[in-house]
């Protein structure tokens, strides 16, 4: 019998070793792809073997569309290698790119969730899609798209958002960490621009301070049709699209009645609260 594999040496993934199965898989030569890319067919072999350091954006990009040509790479792929490369994703895609992964058994599913808050967002808070309860909680969030937008240009977010402004501020160094570790500066340039208008935010991005989660599982918003406060505990989970992972994630917000001091009330609290309606 024979041995195991086992006994093998496992190899961590390396960009070099996608870069050979790729272009095996193409049937290539080493010499073939080096002429297209504008490299050396030595440089070429040493990257196989690990014997370089990251190539640059430059070079990994002339490789791919060589690759491209010959058979495209699929999104999996071309992440994986860049990653490997230590490149990452270079471009955040767009709103409409991330809505068309939304299929329609991903918003039925939102319906599902009900009368929870449900809704698919971006890593830069876009609203991407949403249930109806989210819809209500939220008012005008689903048109103005963006949670920074809907915050500062948007009159209704003060109604609904009980501590308006510590909210703000959340969001404001939320988005300085997530520029910082983007390394896409194109999409904040504009982003920014648009955000700087609003005295506030200018305020608030000068404070330099970067946040990356939330402190708090709680916001605390207002009931617009029977003015009461509602405590909704919220919750993030990653939705792992083929084409763009980590870029979409589900927000789910559980909602419960809250006292005058903004305490959770329990369940016997909100039975006493419907019979005295």
């Not at 019998?1 to 790729?22: A, N, Y």
């Not at 009900?114 to 830069?124: F, G, I, K, Q």
């Not at 969030?141 to 958002?161: H, K, P, S």
Request: glycine share 8%; hydrophobic share 40%; aromatic share 10%.
């Amino acid at each position: 019998m024979k041995p195991p594999r086992d006994f093998e040496e496992l190899k961590p993934p390396t960009f070099g070793l996608l870069l050979r199965k790729l272009r095996d898989a193409r049937g290539v030569s080493r010499e073939r792809l080096a002429f297209n890319a504008g490299v050396s067919a030595s440089y070429i072999s040493h990257l196989e073997k690990g014997d370089r350091g990251h190539p640059t954006r430059e070079v990994v990009d002339a490789l791919v569309r060589y690759l491209d040509r010959i058979e495209q790479l699929s999104a999996v792929e071309r992440r994986h290698l860049l990653d490997l490369a230590g490149l990452g994703v270079s471009e955040f895609p767009t709103v409409q790119q991330l809505r068309a992964e939304i299929t329609d058994d991903m918003r039925r599913a939102l319906d599902l969730h009900e009368p929870n808050l449900a809704a698919y967002v971006d890593t830069r808070w876009n609203v991407l899609a949403c249930n109806a309860s989210y819809s209500r909680a939220f008012p005008g969030l689903e048109q103005d798209v963006n949670i920074l937008r809907w915050f500062l240009g948007n009159e209704r977010a003060r109604d609904v958002m009980l501590e308006w402004e510590d909210e703000v501020r959340l969001t404001v160094h939320w988005l300085r960490g997530l520029i910082a570790g983007s390394g896409d500066t194109a999409w904040s340039v504009d982003f920014l621009a648009e955000l700087g208008r609003f005295g506030l935010f200018r305020e608030m991005w000068d404070e330099g301070i970067a946040a990356y989660g939330r402190p708090r599982p709680i916001m605390h918003l207002n009931d617009i049709p029977t003015g009461r406060c509602r405590a909704i505990a919220v919750q993030l989970f990653s939705v792992f699209s083929a084409a763009y992972p980590t870029q979409i994630q589900i927000f789910l917000g559980i909602p419960s009645w809250c006292s005058e001091s903004g305490e959770i009330l329990d369940p016997g609290h909100l039975r006493s609260l419907s019979q005295e309606d």
